[in-house]
């Protein structure tokens, strides 16, 4: 008996936030919500930056310019978190991050 193997590309169609999650939503009816700390670029980001996303190729991945953070959807779907850890701090109204890689 032979098996067709389907190779699936998961593409973004569209991208939303809240306090604490991350919403994707998927061109093929899916919905991925991950929390926003998995990525600490995004979870210190401000709500105009993170407005400013864009899709990479045919939606496999979403890229944010302003913080300069791209993830895969691909890396969604396996719950593949941020390797990178964020001291954030705020002063005047001016912000200073320092990233840390944790490899």
């Known amino acids: 008996m032979n098996t067709l193997a389907i190779k699936q590309h998961p593409q973004a169609l569209n991208v939303q936030y809240t306090d604490e999650s991350l919403v994707v939503e ?43 953070e791209d993830i895969s959807v691909h890396g969604l779907l396996l719950g593949t978190q941020s390797t990178q850890k964020t001291t954030d701090v705020s002063f005047d109204g001016f912000r200073c991050r320092s990233i840390h890689s944790t490899d």
């Not at 929390?35 to 190729?57: D, I, M, T, Y």
């Open 26 to 68: 998927l061109v093929d009816g899916r919905t991925i919500s991950v929390p926003l700390v998995w990525f600490p670029r995004l979870a210190h980001a401000s709500k105009k930056q993170l407005r400013n996303w864009e899709l990479l190729g045919d939606g496999e991945g979403i890229h944010w310019p302003d913080i300069d």
